[in-house]
């Protein structure tokens, strides 16, 4: 399982969150002087399983009628903001500064 | 016109929004910016179920998901449903989805 | 050479293309056939279009948040990512492709285009 302290130590993490399979945030760390709270944490968290769902039904559907494969079952949703980034699974996530992002390790540590 | 919508039993709110999601009018109670509010999120979700009764289609090959005729979020004590350009928030315990439906039906197709 | 080519040129990249956000039009490069295309186009569009209000909702919750205004996405498979950034994809596969290095090229190349669904 992801540690959220290990998170934190991302290139550029200002956030990192635990969230349960209905998207609600369980628990969090928060970078020191970030406007992030936990009532934002929440929402990223309901949107990111949001995003998951949709993708995994567009995956289903993409596997079917092509052929194609690898891209069930979904791992991972990120959203790229103006200046940050939310990487996350089903169930951890980080929130990290663009400029600093990186993604293959967010997704990395996200799969301990 | 709409404001025939607020006779429904449970419906405590009706907006209307233009295509691009500008707010047209709206009666009930709540405040006229969280109005605007309700019928820029209508706008928006109106435009998120198309996406995905468009991928329904793709994926299942069968017709009958497009267009959508409308939609519902149930809540635990409220829900919010649209009809065409309408939507509407309703209190659960006092409304019945059906007869609501019907009438935005009606209502949006005048 | 323009965005798409250059981003299907890239390592791993299977397939890249430009969506309308009305959803009448799309053009793309790559290992897809049309109707794959198009479906791509489809489902890309539709995820922009719930990514963007989402954030708009968030955005009521988090002034001066680096989350939003909404710019791109992300999903990945065992075998496959899609990286979207304004109305641009890109199909990678992640034995071949630098999730970083598409996202910090699609960063770079579209900071410029509006984020207006239009």
């Not at chain 1, 200002?14 to 709270?37: M, P, T, V």
């Not at chain 3, 981003?7 to 794959?36: C, H, K, N, W």
Request: proline content about 3%; hydrophobic content about 40%; some cysteine.
């Amino acid at each position: 399982m992801p540690d959220l302290d290990k998170l934190m130590s991302l290139p550029g993490a200002l956030a990192s969150f635990e969230f349960n399979d209905r998207g609600e945030l369980k628990e969090s760390r928060i970078a020191e002087g970030s406007n992030l709270n936990d009532t934002v944490l929440d929402l990223v968290c309901h949107m990111c399983i949001a995003n998951i769902s949709i993708a995994t039904m567009q995956a289903r559907g993409w596997e079917s009628m092509t052929g194609a494969q690898g891209f069930y079952p979904i791992n991972g949703f990120t959203l790229m903001g103006l200046e940050w980034s939310a990487v996350a699974t089903g169930s951890h996530g980080v929130i990290m500064k663009n400029g600093e992002a990186d993604y293959e390790a967010a997704y990395a540590a996200l799969a301990e | 016109m709409i404001k025939r919508m607020l006779a429904v039993d449970g419906v405590n709110v009706i907006c209307e929004f233009r295509d691009d999601g500008s707010f047209v009018e709206g009666y009930g109670m709540l405040p006229e910016e969280h109005m605007m509010g309700l019928a820029k999120f209508a706008h928006d979700y109106k435009r998120i179920v198309q996406g995905n009764a468009d991928q329904l289609s793709m994926f299942t090959q069968m017709n009958g998901w497009t267009p959508p005729g409308g939609w519902i979020v149930r809540g635990e004590r409220m829900s919010v449903c649209s009809i065409g350009n309408l939507v509407c928030l309703v209190d659960n315990e006092e409304g019945s989805l059906t007869e609501v439906m019907a009438e935005l039906k009606d209502v949006s197709s005048m | 050479m323009d965005i798409i080519s250059e981003l299907a040129s890239m390592p791993g990249v299977i397939a890249a293309g430009e969506y309308s956000y009305r959803g009448d039009r799309f053009t793309y490069q790559g290992q897809l056939d049309p109707e794959q295309a198009r479906m791509a186009s489809i489902m890309c569009r539709a995820t922009t279009m719930s990514v963007h209000m989402q954030s708009e909702i968030l955005e009521s919750f988090c002034e001066d948040c680096g989350l939003t205004p909404s710019r791109g996405w992300m999903v990945s498979g065992p075998g496959m990512t899609v990286c979207v950034y304004t109305n641009v994809f890109a199909f990678l596969d992640n034995r071949q492709a630098s999730k970083n290095a598409v996202m910090a090229f699609m960063q770079a190349k579209l900071a410029d285009k509006t984020d207006d669904l239009v």
